[in-house]
């Protein structure tokens, strides 16, 4: 069983740019999350995705945005990038029901110029 | 506002002792509690969990306890083992039934030494 991909794994954009990145879930997982990983702070929930809309949202500014298809395949956009959204993307997916774990892709490691 | 910390930044432990990894919260909304461990370059793999309704949950090698009057978990890693080296985030969420709005601690980096 495949597990999370997300694609790219490495990306580098200049300030002022937008970015989008992909995540595809294992295989009849319908939820998607998102967080962001920083160097002292953690992982960071971005943003939660349930049969294509958006059920929890984490405290980052209107530039971070998301959607989910009817794949249950999520992508995530970051627009006009500033150097402080130079992070570790991790995307995870889960079935939902009853009391279950995240699982994680690899990220995609995003470098602001 | 961290609601889950992990005060250790840090820990260095001998191959065959305990690790013991703590994890704090504050919102008593929380009722399943998660680890995970990190390599670098890797996302977080899923480790062990337990719901509020349990005070221990063992699998293997690892086992966590749950305190919940002291808002309190640890994890326990008995032996431990050089590839047992890694970052470890606890890790909570609430509703029951949703773990995918987890709330994060910052991590503790466990280094195993042989």
């Known amino acids: 069983k495949a597990g999370v991909t997300q694609t790219p794994r490495y990306l580098i954009k200049t300030r002022g740019q937008q970015v989008t990145l992909s995540c595809s879930p294992i295989s009849g997982h319908r939820s998607v999350s998102w967080y962001q990983q920083t160097p002292g702070q953690g992982l960071q929930f971005l943003f939660e995705y349930f049969s294509e809309t958006q059920r929890n949202k984490g405290n980052f500014p209107g530039r971070f945005s998301g959607r989910q298809f009817s794949n249950s395949r999520s992508e995530m956009n970051v627009s006009t990038l500033e150097l402080g959204d130079s992070a570790l993307y991790l995307c995870a997916s889960s079935h939902l029901q009853g009391e279950t774990e995240a699982f994680f892709g690899q990220g995609t490691r995003l470098t602001v110029v | 506002d961290q609601q889950v910390k992990q005060n250790s930044p840090s820990l260095s432990v001998q191959e065959g002792r305990i690790s013991i990894l703590n994890c704090d919260y504050t919102?008593?909304?929380?009722?399943?509690f998660l680890w995970y461990k990190k390599y670098p370059a890797e996302g977080p793999t899923f480790l062990i969990s337990i719901s509020s309704i349990k005070d221990k949950n063992e699998d293997g090698r690892f086992t966590v306890f749950l305190n919940k009057s002291a808002k309190h978990l640890s994890l326990h890693i008995v032996p431990s083992q050089p590839g047992d080296s890694a970052v470890y985030f606890c890790?909570?969420?609430?509703?029951?039934?949703?773990?995918?709005?987890?709330?994060f601690g910052t991590g503790t980096r466990l280094q195993v030494t042989l």
């Open positions: 890790a909570a969420s609430s509703p029951t039934g949703t773990a995918s709005k987890l709330t």
């Open positions: 919102n008593s909304m929380f009722d399943y």
